[in-house]
């Protein structure tokens, strides 16, 4: 049985970790890896229980360091520049004040969490509170800095009384992950999880918020919904073809006018404004306010990216479109699905997966040169490197069209991938088949339903496909990915080092409940690693933890029968294997 020291409500644990889930899953829906993790942090406002509590326990967070938040965050609200600004209507008004102040302390304890030495390795956000119980609860998000820092962002937060702007795409999912964590809490005595959480539905709102922030502040403050505007712009087609063009928003003092419509084209109207896109080129765009398409323009000689205030809004295939700013992509939605652009695929991850999968029959800079030629394609391809490429093209023909093994030019490349189909090539980079349907079948478990029919396809023949083989997938805009993605190589003696380090600690009495949990999580990121031996003794000394911890547990609220919360367990993953470790001498 184990009893909460730091009590706020009987589902806060169930609550904390469905908020995790939710971010880790909304996060990684638009590509971003960060580790997320979840946080409440409940301050008591009636008497009986600990005056500051933190959800989860075992993370390592100090209920103590907030001691100074309540107070900073109310000094900051006397000092903050709307203080003292009035509302004619009183509930208006005491709302307003009240939300003011509410932020001032969340954003107390942010920087609290932000400047601690143990915990900066994350950047942290608080959102809005809800009184629960006896406790005012703070929802919150951590996310790996690191990684954090290196997605594509603006620097600029223009703000108002009212709102202010996001930077980024992942900055507006995180916010809307922590309000539907606040509207949850408030909705129920007993809030038990998020209402309302599907992840397709959080990046719609939070894609959708971002765009009209930025319209806000960069453009017209009555602009249009310009998320839902472009979707429709790019899936028109234009006289029976797919087209492309570039908008640009910004200031009048942004832009220079080449040629100025007398009827500006409303951005609501698709066809009208499908036909001006086809007006532009690279050196002149469509000119928007973020309302209304003024003329074809030209961004003014004066601009300087310093003051992020124009944007390019590039419609680049039937479906898809991105929004940029100084070369780079904020944002890029592919039918209706919005994420965050991703460096074109590395060469070194490239080379690694050739020299996993095939060895020294692997050329890796023969098919990195088709890689980048088929990239070059305008609707997308797949290259298909077999290890029995010849076996596998005739038992894909027809509809394959078998041709004799020989190297691809980058022009031959072009012609062959302009029709449907993979291309099937050796670990030499020899072509054996082109116009090559991929069969498999379907998975739960496998593909991404935001994703299109080749990227799916892929993974279902990757799943069944026999002998070694890297699909190399290249979306129409040029992106490239490789299947199977393989975790990076490990030494074991470094997953040993870290689970010998748990299970000591585990040892210990008393048990550093922080030291513990901190490597804890280490080894839960090398889940992948782990064999069933060095599970099973992971798990242990996760029992031996719960075990002492039940020790020193006192009851709240005079409760003696609270049930053990249970904890997941690592399990071995049958698809590792020696190739996923470096040898001991390997650097």
Not at 93 to 117: G, V, W, Y
Not at 170 to 184: D, K, M, R, Y
Not at 283 to 297: C, D, I, M, R, S
Not at 391 to 415: F, G, I, K, Q, Y
């Amino acid at each position: 049985m184990e009893i909460y020291d730091q009590f706020m409500w009987g589902h806060q644990l169930p609550f904390q970790f469905d908020l995790k889930s939710a971010a880790a899953e909304a996060l990684s829906s638009i590509g971003v890896s960060v580790a997320p993790t979840a946080v409440l942090i409940g301050f008591e406002e009636d008497p009986g229980g600990p005056p500051i509590c933190v959800e989860p326990e075992g993370l390592g967070i100090t209920p103590g360091i907030f001691a100074d938040s309540a107070s900073n965050g109310e000094a900051a609200y006397e000092a903050h520049e709307n203080r003292r600004m009035f509302m004619s209507n009183r509930v208006i008004h005491e709302q307003f004040h009240a939300n003011l102040l509410d932020k001032c302390r969340a954003d107390a304890i942010a920087e609290t969490m932000n400047s601690h030495p143990d915990h900066n390795s994350r950047r942290w956000f608080v959102g809005f509170s809800v009184r629960v119980g006896r406790y005012r609860v703070y929802p919150v998000l951590g996310v790996r800095r690191s990684k954090w820092d290196a997605l594509p962002t603006l620097t600029l937060r223009d703000r108002d009384h009212q709102t202010e702007m996001y930077l980024s795409l992942q900055e507006a999912v995180v916010w809307e992950l922590l309000h539907s964590a606040t509207f949850a809490l408030s909705i129920s005595d007993q809030p038990e999880g998020l209402r309302y959480n599907d992840r397709d539905e959080v990046i719609r709102r939070a894609s959708t918020a971002f765009l009209r922030k930025l319209v806000q502040f960069k453009g017209n403050y009555m602009g249009v919904d310009l998320n839902s505007a472009m979707n429709l712009v790019a899936a028109q087609p234009y006289e029976g073809r797919t087209g492309v063009g570039t908008m640009l928003m910004g200031t009048d003092k942004d832009y220079v006018l080449e040629l100025t419509f007398e009827n500006p084209i409303s951005l609501n109207q698709t066809r009208g404004l499908r036909k001006a896109l086809e007006m532009t080129d690279p050196q002149l765009h469509l000119v928007t306010n973020g309302k209304t398409a003024l003329g074809l323009g030209r961004l003014a000689d004066g601009y300087s990216s310093e003051f992020e205030s124009a944007f390019f809004l590039r419609v680049i295939g039937r479906g898809s479109w991105e929004l940029m700013h100084d070369d780079v992509a904020l944002l890029v939605v592919t039918d209706g699905h919005a994420s965050v652009p991703q460096d074109r695929l590395a060469r070194a991850t490239f080379d690694d997966a050739v020299g996993r999968l095939f060895g020294a029959a692997g050329d890796a800079e023969r098919l990195w040169d088709l890689a980048l030629a088929a990239s070059l394609q305008a609707h997308g391809t797949m290259l298909v490197v077999h290890a029995e490429a010849r076996a596998e093209a005739m038992r894909l023909s027809p509809p394959a069209m078998l041709v004799t093994p020989s190297p691809l030019t980058d022009l031959t490349l072009l012609a062959v991938s302009a029709i449907d189909g993979a291309i099937i090539v050796d670990p030499g980079g020899q072509c054996h088949a082109v116009g090559a349907i991929l069969d498999g079948r379907a998975v739960r478990e496998l593909g991404d339903a935001s994703r299109g029919a080749r990227f799916n396809s892929a993974h279902r023949y990757l799943a069944e496909a026999k002998g070694e083989c890297l699909i190399i997938i290249v979306s129409e805009d040029g992106m490239l990915n490789i299947i199977p993605d393989l975790p990076r190589r490990v030494k074991r003696s470094y997953v040993e080092g870290i689970l010998a380090t748990v299970e000591s600690l585990s040892h210990d009495r008393p048990i550093d409940f922080e030291a513990f949990h901190k490597r804890e999580e280490h080894l839960w990121s090398l889940e992948f690693y782990l064999t069933a031996d060095q599970c099973a003794r992971a798990n242990e000394s996760r029992e031996r933890v719960e075990q002492f911890r039940e020790t020193l547990a006192t009851s709240h609220d005079g409760l003696d029968d609270i049930p053990r919360i249970g904890y997941d367990l690592l399990e071995p993953n049958p698809n590792l294997n020696q190739s996923f470790f470096l040898r001991e001498s390997e650097l």
